[in-house]
């Protein structure tokens, strides 16, 4: 490609000190010839976020700041297209990492395939055990469901969604830019929009972002609560979307709990009710299922992690099962609360 085309790199920001100034260096050091420019939209933070958006906004002439007083991740990633000066957009989050060549490759990529979308592996990589069994969860079908772009062997070719993504800007634009009533999986939504208008969302395994996973059991509960709540809000949107995969938490999960219920009761239960024993069946085939499932993943980890792994699995699909099962209140969904 003589003429490299200039792009916009949009960034949303929010208590990522610890892993920003690495973000943004995995951009600074890619090789792309041509022109770009690295916006990041910064919300308000628990942490130093915002003084240390503004030091490399001062060190990297590439870097500029706009303010995203909401805090939420679709509203800074619009704010930072409309800041934006180019016409192809590249999404970077600010705990996320690119590979070397990453930019052109997904520049040639975009304009090879003529998708609207391009993106690849989210490649998570923990620093600590703990990090490092969440790492290979991620990573693995057992964890979060096999989606190509947690995969690193999936082949290339059209796909429902894809990593973070490089966007055609107008094409983006054209249907309406992240729906900022999606607090999360606002990047899921955006491509089932681009394919219902006839767009391509294209994945290579080419492009690939180390991704760091949360630190504590805690936190990922967390994620992964919100994560499941926010998923029945697409399903809700788009029943269209439902398949197996993303009902195979809560499934798993009711299934326990009506499992482990039923079992207590048959031990104080008589005659035929005693048979009531056997819900304990449920139970014991989830944890039969996740030792089996473990025992066949061929992922190089440590002792320490391999120790956590089945706490992790546990803690996955617990808690995003449980969010599904929640669902949003009135008071969390925007498209209800009016918020």
Avoid: C
Wanted: hydrophobic residues 45%.
């Amino acid at each position: 490609m003589p003429d490299w085309p200039p792009i916009s790199v949009i960034m949303p920001v929010r208590n990522e000190e610890r892993h920003l100034a690495a973000s943004v260096g995995g951009i600074v050091g890619q090789d792309y010839p041509g022109t770009y420019e690295i916006v990041m939209a910064v919300g308000p933070s628990d942490d130093r976020t915002e003084d240390a958006a503004a030091a490399l906004a001062a060190e990297h002439s590439q870097v500029r700041v706009v303010p995203n007083p909401t805090g939420r991740t679709p509203a800074g990633l619009n704010l930072a297209i409309a800041a934006s000066r180019y016409d192809i957009l590249v999404r970077v989050d600010g705990h996320g990492e690119l590979a070397p060549g990453y930019l052109r490759t997904a520049v040639r990529t975009l304009q090879e395939t003529g998708a609207a979308n391009v993106g690849g592996v989210m490649d998570a990589r923990g620093e600590t055990p703990l990090e490092e069994a969440v790492a290979v969860a991620y990573n693995s079908r057992l964890g979060l469901g096999g989606s190509s772009f947690h995969l690193r062997k999936s082949p290339p070719g059209p796909a429902q969604t894809v990593f973070l993504g490089v966007f055609d800007k107008a094409r983006l634009l054209a249907v309406g830019g992240f729906d900022e009533t999606m607090y999360r999986a606002q990047d899921w939504e955006l491509n089932h929009r681009l394919i219902q208008a006839g767009e391509t969302v294209w994945f290579t395994p080419e492009l690939t972002v180390t991704y760091r996973p949360r630190s504590t059991l805690r936190a990922l509960a967390r994620q992964m609560y919100n994560t499941g709540k926010w998923r029945r809000e697409v399903i809700a949107r788009y029943p269209e979307t439902a398949s197996l995969r993303y009902l195979a938490p809560p499934l798993a999960v009711a299934g326990v709990l009506a499992g482990t219920s039923a079992g207590l009761a048959g031990l104080f239960a008589q005659g035929p009710w005693r048979l009531l024993s056997l819900g304990w069946l449920a139970p014991l085939g989830y944890v039969g299922a996740l030792a089996a499932g473990i025992a066949a993943l061929h992922q190089p980890m440590s002792g320490g992690a391999r120790v956590r792994l089945p706490l992790v699995l546990a803690v996955i699909h617990g808690a995003w099962g449980w969010g599904f099962l929640r669902g949003l209140s009135r008071a969390e969904n925007p498209r209800l609360s009016g918020d």
